[in-house]
C-alpha cells in the first residue's frame, strides 16, 4: 500500500501547477485522498479531499476557488490543480488515504515540494 505524489516544483506567483498521488495496493473507489501541505515552521493543514469514487469534494478556505481536486479511476490517481499561485502557498504538499474525508489517515505519500517565488 502506498501513495507517491508528484508534480512540485518551482512557480511564479500567479501560476499553476498540477500535483499528482498515485495509489498503489489499494484502489481509490474506496478510499478518500486527502492534500495536505506543511509550510516551512508551521504545522500540517489539510487543504482539499475527495471521497472514495470522487463523488464528493472538500476545500479548504484558502483554497477554494483557485485549486481543484479530482480522480482519474484507470490510473488510480488523484490530482490537485493549483492555479493562481500565491506566495502563502509554498510548502510541502503530502496526500494521505483514509476511509472518508475527514477520518484519520491510514497512509501518507512522501510529499512534494512547491515553491512560489519571481
Known amino acids: 500500500v502506498q501513495l507517491v505524489e508528484s508534480g512540485g516544483g518551482l512557480v511564479q506567483p500567479g501560476g499553476s501547477l498540477r500535483l499528482s498521488c498515485a495509489a498503489s495496493g489499494f484502489t481509490l473507489d474506496y478510499y478518500a485522498i486527502g492534500w495536505f501541505r506543511q509550510p516551512p515552521g508551521k504545522e500540517r493543514e489539510g487543504v482539499s479531499c475527495?471521497?472514495?469514487?470522487?463523488?464528493?469534494?472538500f476545500y479548504s478556505d484558502s483554497a477554494k476557488g483557485r485549486f481543484t481536486i479530482s480522480t482519474d479511476n484507470a490510473k488510480n490517481t488523484v490530482y490537485l490543480q493549483m492555479n493562481t499561485l500565491k506566495p502563502e502557498d509554498p510548502a510541502v504538499y503530502y496526500c494521505a488515504s483514509s476511509n472518508r474525508c475527514g477520518s484519520s489517515v491510514n497512509v501518507w505519500g512522501q510529499g512534494t515540494q512547491v515553491t512560489v517565488s519571481s
Open positions: 475527495i471521497s472514495g469514487g470522487g463523488g464528493s469534494t
